[in-house]
């Protein structure tokens, strides 16, 4: 019976991703739009929505944060929290970092997975 619900919300997750993906798609074009027109770099928000689009069509998993954001003499990286596995209760579901690299149009060149965690644990205190 928990593997039906949690298969169930994960579906509803992804569906409600999509629904929010094709908004994306439309604000994205019309920035695309907006920014060969006056020939700038994208905007940093352009560049987060994108780079999250992006890496979920890669990976199939739904990004939840973006917890670094830094701009590169190539480009910028950031880090992308992302939902790997659900779980009941959430605080047991794992979560991943993703470092991810784009290039200075917005457009992902690379990512890896530097950390996997539990929702429910905090990073051990470093000094």
Do not use: C
Not at 30 to 38: L, P
Not at 82 to 94: G, H, K, N, Q, Y
């Amino acid at each position: 019976m928990s593997n039906t619900s949690n298969t169930s919300r994960a579906s509803n997750s992804r569906k409600a991703h999509e629904s929010h993906d094709s908004h994306d798609s439309h604000e994205s074009g019309e920035a695309d739009e907006a920014r060969e027109s006056t020939g700038d770099r994208p905007r940093p928000m352009e560049v987060l929505r994108h780079a999250r689009t992006q890496l979920a069509e890669l990976t199939g998993m739904a990004p939840e944060s973006v917890s670094s954001f830094e701009q590169t003499e190539g480009g910028w990286t950031l880090e992308v929290e992302v939902l790997e596995i659900a779980r009941v209760p959430d605080t047991m579901s794992l979560l991943a970092s993703y470092r991810v690299e784009l290039d200075s149009e917005g457009e992902l060149t690379g990512y890896r997975r530097v950390r996997r965690y539990e929702r429910g644990r905090a990073d051990p205190h470093r000094r």
